[in-house]
Nanobody
């Protein structure tokens, strides 16, 4: 079993930055791909970014390209989401996830993602 714990959320002003972390435990996670999603009440979970297990391929939602950066540190079993120039419409709970297949994220198969964290709240004031 894999446990994922997010941290780094908080309240910021529009235009500011935050860096989210996702610490994993339970298994060596260098074989897993990681994904970040966000969700607001009453809406479906939205894909934000993903990074593959091999070659650290990355993928981003169009709305965050050029502003967000996903990375991983296998020595620390931790994934990161650097969020720059945050916008007020990006207030949401952000979730970390892990899956053995990067294709899951490429295809947008959210329902097939194996592991999820509990989420961390990001609030962006205008």
């Amino acid at each position: 079993q894999v446990q994922l714990v997010e941290s780094g959320g908080g309240a910021v002003q529009a235009g500011e930055s935050l860096r989210l972390s996702c610490a994993a435990s339970g298994r060596p996670l260098n074989a897993y791909s990681w994904g970040w999603f966000r969700q607001t009440p009453g809406k479906e979970r939205e894909f934000v970014a993903a990074i593959s297990d091999r070659d650290s391929l990355t993928r981003y939602a169009d709305s965050v390209k050029g502003r967000f950066a996903v990375s991983r540190d296998n020595t620390k079993n931790t994934a990161y989401l650097q969020m720059n120039n945050l916008e007020s419409g990006e207030t949401a709970k952000y979730y970390c996830s892990g899956d053995l297949s990067y294709i899951t994220y490429v295809r947008g198969d959210t329902d097939r993602v194996q592991y999820w964290g509990q989420g961390t709240q990001v609030t962006v004031a205008s």
